[in-house]
């Protein structure tokens, strides 16, 4: 069974960074797009960021563009969301997704058009 699996959440200090990764593990995920998205306590789960699979290109939300970088790395099956000038508003649960079907827009910034979710790492940032 396809998985996504998140990693590199922790506990920082405001004005300090973190690297997230996401790796698909039990086989091959075919994705037009991945995506990163957060949820904190007592709020909708928001849009972060988003890549294209192929050709690379990114989308990012206006509360952390300019502090946050996603990338892929196609060889390992891997999105990672590098996370500098960190605020104590960016605690929340971090999500990864996929999206596998074509015919999308693009950028895609809704949870529902994601039809592959990891389970969350936790990033808490202190003030």
């Known amino acids: 069974q396809v998985q996504l699996v998140e990693s590199g959440g922790g506990l920082v200090q405001a004005g300090g960074s973190l690297r997230l990764s996401c790796a698909v593990s039990?086989?091959?995920?075919?994705?037009?797009?991945m995506g990163w998205f957060r949820q904190a306590p007592g709020k909708e789960r928001e849009f972060v960021a988003a890549?294209?699979?192929?050709?690379?290109?990114?989308y990012y939300a206006d509360s952390v563009k300019g502090r946050f970088t996603i990338s892929r790395d196609n060889a390992k099956n891997t999105m990672y969301l590098q996370m500098n000038s960190l605020k104590p508003e960016d605690t929340a649960v971090y999500f990864c997704?996929?999206?596998?079907?074509?015919?999308?827009?693009?950028?895609?910034?809704?949870?529902?058009?994601?039809?592959?979710w990891g389970q969350g790492t936790q990033v808490t940032v202190s003030s």
């Open positions: 039990g086989g091959t995920l075919r994705s037009y797009a």
């Open positions: 997704a996929a999206q596998t079907y074509a015919g999308t827009r693009w950028p895609s910034v809704n949870s529902y058009e994601y039809n592959y």
């Open positions: 890549i294209r699979w192929s050709g690379g290109s990114t």
